[in-house]
């Protein structure tokens, strides 16, 4: 008999399974969860990840399908733009002159419209770039750019937490792909140094790094390039909208825009909606915008949400207030959480990253979302390294401080609990 490709489908909770119990504190777990259990492990797998999800989870509160109501702090609306009511107001007058279909077909055949444009210019701008693409989703940015950027005679030089979509960027292109270890600028000088002087070297780094919030050392990264000759692709998905006097981003926030070669961002987090752009200048941004399979051979960004974009990057340009809020904010959890004893490693961001040794996050958040009415979700590997667990917590401008009080201190009586 010929292998069948969907084994791996169907032993998949087998190893879900096995992978759980090699946690050694599985035995000492106090939690109405038991993954011995088929059916728990079932709820793991499909339920608590996938299904029994919110119907608006936008700001602070949601409620579910079932009408349960919860507090969140997983979703990345840092200025609380999802639930903006002239952006909502607007897109419902938007709606009325166009379909939600439109621009039917991809950029390059017949999905261009002139909204597209004009705001690819107001970010290029935004971002002090010649030119900007944007994209349905943010991945497809990053996936696409890197993908096409690189090819077989390229070495392509990745931070070891570089988001999953440049990874996989990085793997379609054919180039040779290194690694260096988080932020460590004796590893990144070390792959340049010792490189072929004939392979093209782009570093690919974030700005700011989704699951420990902390930031690259952006100044210290343009020199080496400079110095060995390569080029630097920023993600800044977490860092638009939030880092800078005009929400520019870390590159901004550092004054060094002219010096990254090229900047990329989504829209679904401060931006509170959907899609993505790449920033550079013109030749590179001509380039992608006819190689990237993620633009060739997909949809165009929809009138709507371009639109909807263009509303958000005026309130982000001028949102100084909305950027203090969210610092304010981000200190007060993160200094209630570190007086609690929590473990949030580097960040300085408003993203949290609690830090558990085992797989402790997902009984706790399982405890949080039955009985104290919080939704919160575990990251485990390989999101995150083997044995370790995180509930990472995200403030945004609309958490108030009794949200805050409340999470924190449910935290502390559930932990104490499993
Ligand atoms: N880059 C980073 C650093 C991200 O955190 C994310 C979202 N998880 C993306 C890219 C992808 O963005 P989007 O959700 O818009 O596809």
């Not at 969210?326 to 949030?344: A, P, R």
């Not at 990253?353 to 039955?370: D, K, Q, V, W």
């Not at 390989?382 to 667990?389: E, Q, R, V, Y």
Request: charge should be negative; include cysteine; aromatic fraction near 10%.
């Amino acid at each position: 008999m010929s292998k069948d490709i969907f084994e791996k489908c169907n032993d998949f909770k087998n190893m879900l399974r096995a992978f759980l119990l090699n946690d050694a504190e599985m035995s000492n777990i106090n939690s109405s969860l038991d993954l011995t259990k088929e059916e728990d492990l079932d709820y793991l797998a499909y339920d608590f990840y996938v299904g029994g999800g919110p119907i608006n989870n936008g700001g602070p509160t949601m409620t579910s399908e079932n009408g349960k109501h919860y507090y969140q702090f997983s979703t990345n609306d840092y200025l609380g733009l999802s639930q903006n009511k002239d952006i909502h107001d607007f897109s419902v007058e938007f709606m009325r002159k166009y379909t939600i279909g439109s621009p039917m077909g991809s950029r390059l055949l017949s999905g261009s419209i002139p909204l597209h444009r004009q705001f690819e210019a107001e970010i290029a701008e935004f971002k002090k770039t010649e030119e900007c693409l944007t994209f349905s989703t943010g991945a497809n940015a990053m996936l696409g750019a890197v993908a096409c950027l690189a090819d077989k005679e390229d070495l392509l030089i990745l931070d070891q937490l570089a988001h999953a979509s440049l990874n996989c960027g990085a793997k379609i292109s054919g180039a040779e792909i290194k690694r260096f270890k988080h932020n460590d600028l004796n590893e990144l000088e070390d792959i340049l140094k010792k490189s072929d002087s004939k392979k093209g070297k782009l570093i690919v780094i974030d700005g700011v790094y989704s699951m420990t919030g902390d930031i690259a050392p952006l100044k210290e990264i343009c020199d080496l390039k400079d110095k060995y000759g390569g080029r630097l692709f920023m993600d800044d998905a977490h860092g638009n909208g939030v880092l800078g006097i005009n929400g520019g981003g870390l590159a901004e926030l550092e004054g060094l825009e002219e010096r990254i070669d090229v900047q990329a961002g989504t829209f679904s987090k401060a931006f509170g909606s959907n899609g993505g752009f790449i920033a550079a200048n013109r030749n590179v941004i001509e380039f992608i915008g006819f190689w990237a399979p993620t633009l060739m051979f997909t949809k165009a960004p929809s009138a709507l949400t371009t639109a909807v974009n263009m509303k958000a990057l005026e309130i982000i340009k001028s949102g100084y207030r909305l950027r203090k809020k969210l610092y304010e904010n981000t200190s007060y959890l993160q200094n209630k959480l570190l007086s609690m004893g929590f473990d949030l490693g580097d960040t300085c961001t408003p993203i949290s990253p609690i830090t558990f040794s085992g797989h402790i996050a997902i009984y706790l958040c399982h405890e949080l979302r039955n009985n104290y009415g919080i939704w919160v979700s575990p990251v485990v590997y390989p999101a995150i390294p083997l044995g370790k667990s995180v509930i990472r917590v995200i403030s945004t401008i609309l958490h108030t401080k009794e949200h805050m009080d409340y999470f924190c201190e449910s935290l502390c009586e559930a932990y104490n609990k499993v």
